[in-house]
């Protein structure tokens, strides 16, 4: 867990802007140790390439991803086509730039989807306690027995093959992890002194939520949420790649891997080089999970 001190340099524990004190402070020891290691700003820059790629696509890309030019198909990287063309004479780099867009997308509607619910799900279950907890947590835990990208696999397979249900299953196999951190959160701050103190002077239940709880459990489900970025990227490409996730034409790295395994012998620059983006985008997310939770884990930021 990641414990945190019921006063903030002498302001009052139950002063309302307590909350967002502590929520900036979250900021500023994320920031700068962060930027120290050479590992984290090299992911952070992979990123930062990563999302200007995906904005303007449009602008970069020298060609229409889906246009066809059979007269030019399954040609290696050139002056013409950076990355070589696919089996239909499409520009892979072209196509890769837009598929950026379309993870980019994918990663934060996940994230965006799965965090909201399930930090709601956990703050519900850690402060009411109880019958709602037992419940809440029980239904939570069926979702975490299962295997997430063959549970994905299955909720895409039942509502059918295309990128929006896709997005719908990975977000529904993701929303419990995020659930568990906040409730487990919660359940280590609801009986704080600037708890108590909020709630002797009146505070009511969502105020006391908003403003002391879900401040103080925001570290973990930052550091969660880098990871599954690069976790919703891998798992919306296997999807893809199996059928289950965007189709054909579609410029999706996963669809592109897929397209490219009967050319991976004599062609292989059609599967190389999304299956190159996937590994960096992923990693990067990683990486940077990683230097996150290093620096807001207290416990580690001792044992360094």
Partial sequence: MWPITGSTHGRSVADPAVGALRLRGVGQRAGAPVFANPLNVAALVLIGAFAICAVLAPIVAPYDPLAQALGSRLEPPSPQHWLGTDQLGRDIASRLLYGARISLV????????????????????????????????????????????????????????????????????????????????????????????????????????????????????????????????????????????????????GVMISEGRNFISTQPWLSLFPGLAILFAVGSFNVLGDGLRDELDPRLRRAA
């Fill in 106 to 253: 994918i990663g934060i509607v996940v994230v965006a989807l799965a965090g909201i619910f399930g930090t709601l799900v956990g703050l519900v279950a850690g402060y009411a306690g109880g019958l709602v907890d037992e419940t809440l947590m029980r239904v939570t835990e069926v979702f975490l027995a299962f295997p997430p990208l063959i549970l994905a696999m299955a909720i895409a397979g039942a509502l059918g093959p295309s990128l929006t249900n896709a997005i719908i299953a990975i977000a529904a196999v993701t929303w419990a992890v995020y659930a568990r951190l906040t409730r487990g959160q919660l359940l280590s701050l609801r009986r704080r002194e600037f708890v108590e103190a909020a709630r002797a002077i009146g505070a009511s239940r969502g105020r006391i939520l908003a403003r002391h709880l879900l401040p103080n459990a925001l570290a973990p489900l930052m550091v969660q949420a880098s990871f599954d970025m690069g976790g919703a990227i891998i798992s919306a490409a296997g999807l893809s790649f199996i059928g289950f996730g965007a189709q054909p034409p579609t410029p999706e790295w």
